[in-house]
């Protein structure tokens, strides 16, 4: 019924013919009312620059908004970090102490402060200032500090299958490649045997981990309707597979979650050590950097104003979870998900005018089921940043660009909606949002925002209902 709806839009405004306000009213409810029946559905369209609201359907209505969370997390960064904002992951030695053949016998202390881009590559260039120092053996002990970060490190309300998987890696100050790795499951000649599974090896650290498996190839059907992978990670990072997976032709790679970054952590140390050819027989530490250590080198990140891109345009998990406890810090001194909220609704109350006190916002991504949220209050966000002079620009360039990039570049490709929307995306079981920015084929600029909870549907229905919806206010307003 989708396309047929598009169908008569199209034809409608070539022929000339415009709705009445009346008509477009009712034509959106009856969407609404035929294509997702059993669907609590929410959806808030603005006028960007009147303010105006130009259609609403239970606008007030508390939503899981899923990751159109991420809009308050950035908004929130942008307006107390500034888009030039970057993390700071830093190398500290004693340099008083002399180096005589090649031996160092102090401590060193790296000190991580949640930076989400930070890779092993990063750590190489790190720790290799310290082969400048003609440093061959270290007999001193590391000092790793993630005390800028507090626990826990999965967030309330994620929900307990998800706590393998890449997309809910723990949140702590030591991030190294993401805080995930990659498992490669290989295809199985037959229905019965077993399937074969390796650790990547193009993730560091896999030699200090251990793989088991124990899964068996079956019908696609079956996999679907009797089981599915099961996956633990113990507290040392080796990784159990078990279950059933669909027998194919392909090799599938997977991308899981590492359950002790601080672990893993110590392992990279020691493996980028080795590259070096540098002795290690020291231990580790958990601190803060000692007064008596200076910084040697540091990495700095990108600018918030880039790494915002991997959270309104790809969505990623960790790095809007990762502001959130910087956020915390900044205001509260201490970078928890509590903290972190707490600040968040802090920062934006001022601003948006929003009364939090009326929402429910308890991490940055949007992946707990316990938040709460309204089409209008995503529709109230929205216009406030379109209108902040210093940083709109920064927040909506960050945003996935229909058709073209982030979460939306498979979505409105069609020559009437591409790089017509502007928008963050949200996905959950049982959950769907898009909230963003619109511009009409007439030139009139919208801000949109469609929530969708307890459906049954699968999410690619539930999303052909916001595209169908957005190409009718692409070429109807």
Not at 73 to 95: M, R, S, W
Not at 183 to 195: C, D, K, R
């Amino acid at each position: 019924m989708m396309p047929l709806i598009r169908c008569i839009i199209i034809c409608c405004l070539t022929i000339g013919y415009a709705f009445a306000a009346d008509d477009i009213n009712g034509t959106i409810t009856n969407m609404i009312n035929t294509e997702l029946p059993d669907a609590t559905v929410g959806v808030t369209v603005q006028d960007v620059v009147t303010g105006k609201i130009v259609y609403d359907y239970q606008g007030t209505k508390l939503f899981l908004p899923a990751s159109t969370a991420k809009l308050f997390t950035a908004a929130a960064a942008l307006k107390q970090l500034g888009p030039d904002y970057c993390f700071e992951t830093a190398l500290y030695y004693d340099h008083d102490y002399l180096v005589s053949d090649g031996v160092y016998g102090r401590d060193l202390a790296l000190k991580f402060t949640g930076d989400p881009s930070f890779k092993i590559v990063n750590l190489y260039s790190l720790l290799g200032k310290l082969s400048e120092l003609k440093i061959k053996k270290i007999t001193g002990d590391i000092i790793l500090d993630d005390s800028l970060f507090d626990g826990p490190l999965l967030g309330f309300g994620w929900t307990l299958d998800s706590t393998a998987w890449y997309y809910s890696a723990p949140v702590s100050a030591i991030i190294i490649d993401r805080n995930q790795f990659g498992i490669t499951l290989y295809p199985v000649p037959e229905i019965g045997a077993e399937v074969h599974a390796k650790i990547d090896n193009i993730y560091p650290g896999s030699k200090n981990r251990t793989l088991t498996t124990n899964i068996r190839g079956v019908t696609y059907e079956e996999s679907e309707a009797f089981c599915q992978l099961e996956v633990d990670i113990d507290d040392d990072n080796n990784v159990e597979l078990a279950g059933c997976w669909p027998v194919g032709t392909e090799p599938v790679h997977l991308r899981l979650a590492v359950k002790d970054p601080a672990l893993q952590a110590e392992g990279l140390i020691r493996e980028t050590f080795d590259k070096l050819g540098i002795e290690f027989s020291g231990n580790f530490k958990y601190s803060k950097v000692p007064n008596n250590l200076h910084k040697l080198a540091h990495h700095k990140s990108e600018s918030l104003s880039v790494l915002l891109n991997a959270i309104l345009g790809d969505s990623n998990n960790l790095y809007a979870e990762s502001l959130t406890k910087t956020l915390g810090a900044e205001l509260y001194g201490i970078g928890s998900f509590k903290t972190g909220s707490l600040a968040v609704r802090q920062i934006l109350s001022s601003i948006t005018g929003i009364d939090f006190s009326q929402t429910r916002l308890l991490d940055g991504s949007g992946a707990s089921r316990y938040n709460l949220l309204t089409p209008q209050h995503l529709s109230r966000l929205l216009y406030t940043m379109h209108h902040e002079p210093s940083l709109g620009t920064h927040f909506r360039e960050a945003l996935s660009i229909s058709g073209v990039n982030g979460t939306l570049k498979t979505r409105f490709a069609s020559f009437d909606t591409k790089a017509s929307i502007k928008a963050k995306t949200g996905s959950l079981n049982g959950v769907s949002a898009l909230s963003g920015y619109l511009t009409t084929r007439s030139g009139r600029e919208l801000i949109v925002t469609i929530m969708i909870n307890h459906a049954l549907d699968k999410g690619s229905i539930l999303k052909q209902f916001e595209n169908e919806l957005c190409y009718f206010l692409v070429n109807e307003l």
